[in-house]
């Protein structure tokens, strides 16, 4: 089985682009996370889908950050305008729709704002 | 509201021994489960073991196990018998609800040095 696939793996973009990132989850998992990893934050959760459903979206990141579930195995994470400070690694993850259930994550997109 | 604290920043032990790490947890559900994750330095980050909040009896899976503590909400991960390939970056998550509809929040990871 595949697990969860992100692309790209790594981005740059200069101030002020639009970036989009891309995530495949586990096939038949019903549950999407996005996170941000930071050394300083560590993971903080971006959005929550449950089956096309946006379940639940970090409240700081509602301004410029926007997550959709285009179909049950396919979602995107779309930032504009791009800020240096929004360099970090963007994990995406999946899992069954139990709480129990474990995440699986993808590698990470590594994004580099300049 | 929820949050998942973890006070250990880095801890350092010789191998074959056993390395304690904390975590301590806020929730208002009665029921909630609570996940140790690791991530390796190439970034991957993997499921290690879950703890379900209405058992008593404490996880183990391998050299792994946990030292759940409802009364304090705290849930320690213990690993017996380090090897150099538990060097590591571990976080303690949390997620509320049976039936799910709530994220997993995470701690901010406590990093397991392992030397020779």
């Not at chain 1, 995530?23 to 050394?39: A, I, M």
């Not at chain 2, 196990?65 to 690993?79: D, M, T, V």
Request: charged content about 20%; glycine content about 6%.
């Amino acid at each position: 089985d595949a697990g969860v696939t992100q692309t790209p793996r790594h981005e740059v973009a200069e101030k002020g682009q639009t970036i989009i990132l891309k995530c495949e989850p586990v096939s038949g998992h019903n549950d999407l996370f996005w996170y941000r990893q930071t050394k300083i934050q560590g993971l903080e959760l971006l959005s929550y889908f449950r089956s096309k459903s946006l379940m639940e979206d970090g409240g700081a990141f509602k301004d410029r950050f926007k997550a959709e579930m285009l179909n049950s195995s396919f979602s995107t994470l779309k930032i504009q305008p791009t800020e240096p400070k929004d360099s970090a690694v963007y994990l995406c993850a999946s899992s069954l729709r139990s709480s129990q259930n474990t995440l699986y994550f993808g590698a990470g997109t590594r994004l580099s704002v300049l | 509201a929820q949050k998942v604290t973890q006070t250990q920043t880095s801890i350092s032990v010789m191998e074959k021994t056993t390395v304690t790490m904390d975590c301590v947890y806020e929730t208002q559900d009665s029921s909630y489960f609570l996940f140790w994750y690791k991530q390796t330095a190439s970034g991957e980050i993997v499921f290690l073991i879950r703890q379900d909040s209405y058992k008593k009896e404490n996880a183990t899976v391998g050299h792994y196990s946990l030292n759940f503590q409802k009364p304090k909400s705290s849930i320690g991960l213990i690993i017996t018998a380090t090897q150099i390939e538990d060097s590591a970056v571990y976080f303690c998550a949390m997620r509320e609800g049976a039936q799910g509809g709530r994220a997993l929040i995470f701690g901010t990871g406590t990093t397991v040095s392992v030397s020779p």
